[in-house]
């Protein structure tokens, strides 16, 4: 894989906001990878942490790092979950989905303390939608469930990989939504969301707490937004 500045510097520097003891999310992707391979550094100079993962990918990832994984019945609380995105505005509101494991990341990010989303600069928007929006929906009759989003206006198209239709971890597929341009995200998630046989879509709308952001010559720059503190199960 060729080295992205820009991702490797983002993803680097998000792991130095874990803490010793802490149950930290581990996101999906090239930029997450990075996270990962540094939290896997930190572990073995003796970090003491607990992960769960967001998708089998960066599961095996973590398993070769020697990042001790724990089952979801022993987790009491996610304290932090670094995650990439395809896009993201500066109202730290996110396009997930690119790499197929959204539903999982959002599961995930929803009962997180905090979000930290890596991304490199070109991902940073002033409008969300030129990415399309990946829309995880069930595999029964997903015909049904496509023709549900023609008609309200989401353009999918079924995403295929190596000429088979891609599945998710969760054995569903995705259809990417092309919008150009969403100015209307709160009332498109529930839309869309609204639609049976959608399992989730790739809105993150109000999960990320801090946003960081790599160039290419290896600086970083990052965005918080104050939300209410998160309460967490
Ligand atoms: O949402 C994701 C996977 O479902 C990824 O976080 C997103 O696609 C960004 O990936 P990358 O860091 O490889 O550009």
Request: charged content about 20%; some cysteine; aromatic content about 6%.
């Amino acid at each position: 894989m060729q080295t992205n500045i820009g991702k490797k510097a983002a993803g680097e520097k998000a792991a130095g906001y874990i803490k010793p003891g802490m149950t930290v999310g581990l996101g999906t992707g090239s930029t997450a990878y990075y996270t990962i391979l540094r939290i896997g550094e930190l572990v073995r100079d003796g970090l003491d942490i607990k992960a769960v993962a967001t998708s089998a990918q960066s599961e095996e990832l973590a398993r070769e790092q020697g990042i001790p994984l724990i089952d979801f019945d022993q987790v009491d609380s996610i304290d932090i979950d670094i995650d990439g995105a395809d896009e993201a505005d500066a109202q730290l509101q996110l396009i997930k989905g690119g790499g197929g494991a959204l539903l999982r990341e959002k599961i995930i990010a929803a009962a997180s303390k905090e979000m930290v989303v890596v991304i490199d600069e070109q991902k940073l928007v002033k409008h969300l939608g030129k990415f399309p929006l990946p829309v995880e929906v069930a595999t029964f009759a997903w015909e049904l469930t496509f023709r549900q989003l023609v008609a309200i206006g989401a353009h999918p198209v079924l995403r295929m990989k190596d000429n088979q239709r891609f599945l998710t971890d969760n054995g569903n597929y995705i259809l990417d939504c092309h919008y150009q341009k969403i100015h209307n995200a709160a009332a498109l998630h529930a839309q869309l969301n609204n639609v049976p046989g959608v399992m989730e879509n790739g809105l993150f709308l109000h999960y990320a707490t801090r946003l960081i952001i790599g160039a290419a010559d290896g600086s970083v720059r990052e965005i918080t937004h104050p939300y209410p503190a998160k309460t967490s199960f």
